[in-house]
């Protein structure tokens, strides 16, 4: 089994930043992409940005230019830098990853509990 722990959420002013975490752990042989979604009220879930285990990432076009997602292979862990933050970026946020627990397993994916950003005007 994986865990996905996360944690920075919070309220927070419009303009101001958060930094996201969360940390994958168990029993763990490969991590693929690592992601970050969204899921506003009334809303359906969304993509805010994802990096593969070689680094490469990709942001929705919301939030290009004011988050940057970035991961620690060694801790199992991605980070989610939020800055110049707005009411629309208001959500629960959720980690994501597909994780290979031996190497001869099929991957799976994993979800965190979420955490709530709340950005004030």
């Known amino acids: 089994q994986v865990q996905l722990v996360e944690s920075g959420g919070g309220l927070v002013q419009a303009g101001g930043s958060l930094r996201l975490s969360c940390a994958a752990s168990?029993?763990?042989?490969?991590?693929?992409?690592m992601g970050w979604y969204r899921q506003a009220p009334g809303k359906q879930r969304e993509l805010v940005s994802r990096i593969t285990n070689g680094g490469s990432t990709n942001y929705a076009d919301s939030v290009k230019g004011r988050f940057t997602i970035s991961r620690d292979n060694a801790k199992n862990t991605v980070y989610l830098q939020m800055d110049s933050l707005n009411t629309e970026d208001t959500a629960v946020y959720y980690c994501?990853?597909?994780?290979?627990?031996?190497?001869?397993?099929?991957?799976?994916?994993?979800w965190g509990q979420g955490t709530q950003v709340t950005v004030s005007s």
């Open positions: 168990g029993t763990i042989f490969s991590i693929n992409a």
């Open positions: 994501n990853t597909k994780v290979r627990e031996r190497w001869n397993s099929v991957e799976r994916e994993y």
